[in-house]
């Protein structure tokens, strides 16, 4: 075992790991940080995506000792301390970006990676950049209204109801 | 998946010393690594990660015009920064998803050599020099079969150095669940000849299809790609027939073309 040290959601947190330990686990299981889900543990689905020094990776594939000393953020860090949701979080609920909402950690945080970089994608964009999100309720057509709503744009005319 | 023991060395030399090792095993992005170790189809006793070595990361221009790739280069750092050479940016920019660019790297894609990766047949397209911390091995030698290549054990791929063509054109057909290729094919127009590698379609692996490499080098177009390589030795899965796959050799390898050309 050795000590992982992460900032996540810009608190500083440390915890043991081994090796193996996942750093999907480690949020999980070692932090008690639940919202990050593990959806198919085969880094197919993307219910595990958080964001490492930034950048949007699938934690289930990657180690936490891989991630000492890096800057974690999660869902837990996207409402206000208050509980109010953040932008992309309302656009979810006023669009009905969810059903189950088990993969809506991972949704939302690669969409907040895709808005950091893209801040006015196309419809196209959001479509391509969620490739590695599966959802299994929504069929993606309110997920991507959401994403474009919370961008800025008028979704009035794009994808189905 | 089983425990090991975990290293992140900062230098090139480090990682060569940590990987001496009975049983150790380097570490890229771990996008393929660590889903095989989960399944317990591989259990080093120790993982070296190499994502620590700032001099194994980047993209530059070498001095003879190539694009050089530091091994530890992800996928995402490859499509932005490879403007050099737009085709293999766009390779890099279409494997897996935006997660797995962010981890996946180079050196990584063509140490496990997956029959089916986007980024051996890149490489072999292109002639590309693969060059590790002992020396310098040419695509046309590096690939040996599926998930075999000429690396020896603890051998580390440093830096890969791709010829920038006259024109090239990268065609993959998305396995849509694994988004790996179903058949990908790179086709590279250099000064001296055409390059057509193919992946995804043969039970060994990436490999070059000469018979359309002549008639392209000839007439580079569409129009001159020949007729579907035979079936024999194609895979054959639940996805596709190996007559499917070899009907899709020909039919990317002129979506190339067109594109390239």
Redesign the interface.
Known sequence: MSQVKLTVNGKEMSGDAEGRTLLSTFLRETLGMTGTHVGCDTSQCGACVVHVDGVAVKSCTMLAMEADGAAVSTIEGQAADDGTLNTLQQAFQDHHGLQCGFCTPGMIMSAADLLKSNPKPSEAEVRHHLEGNICRCTGYHNIVKAIMAASGQDVSNIAAE | ??????E?PSTTADAVAALADEDASA?GG??TL??T??QRLASPSK?V?L?GISEMQGVCMGDDGSVCIGGATTH?AVAAGASAYPALAALAGGI?????R??GTVGGSLANNDPAACYPAGALGSGATIVTNAREIAADDYFQGMFTTALDEGEIITEVRFPVPEAANYQKFEQP???FALVGVYVAKYADGVRVAVTGASEEGVHRWTAAEEALSANFSADAVPAAPGADGMIADLHGTAEYRAHLVAVLTKRAVAAAS
């Open positions: 998946m089983y425990n090991f023991e975990f992140k570490l771990g996008q660590l889903p170790m989960k993982v990660s994502t995402a897996g998803d935006p997660a797995v962010a981890r669940a694994s988004r």
